[in-house]
């Protein structure tokens, strides 16, 4: 199984711009799915995560901001971040439980980068 980010890029505050990951390979089903990032000289933090059945949280810092989704049929999630500021700069990474035919393991991307400037 494979999580491939994209979407990430440089954007100037206040701007916007929308993640994807999508998994390919051996999937019959995906659990849960989520949304970390990852800042210079910090640890790896929740941003927002989704079930298999659309239920949602978010990290407070996002709130009302970021908007994650995703498309069951198509294998791929979606985080919308609007409102962007310096402090969002970080690497993106996609997680999720994926269950093949007997098990179910957890996957990361290899993530994907966003710069916002000031």
């Known amino acids: 199984v494979q999580l491939v980010e994209s979407g990430g890029g440089l954007v100037q505050a206040g701007g916007s711009l929308r993640l994807s990951c999508a998994a390919s390979g051996s999937i019959f089903s995906i659990n849960g799915m989520g949304w970390y990032r990852q800042a210079p000289g910090q640890q790896r933090e929740l941003v927002a995560r989704i079930s298999s059945g659309g239920s949602t949280d978010y990290a407070d810092s996002v709130k009302g901001r970021f908007t994650i989704s995703r498309d069951n049929g198509k294998n791929t999630m979606y985080l919308q971040m609007n409102s962007l500021k310096p402090e969002d700069t970080a690497v993106y990474y996609c997680?999720?439980?994926?269950?093949?035919?007997?098990?179910?393991?957890?996957?990361w991307g290899q993530g994907t980068q966003v710069t916002v400037s000031s």
């Open positions: 997680n999720a439980d994926v269950r093949d035919r007997y098990l179910t393991l957890n996957y």
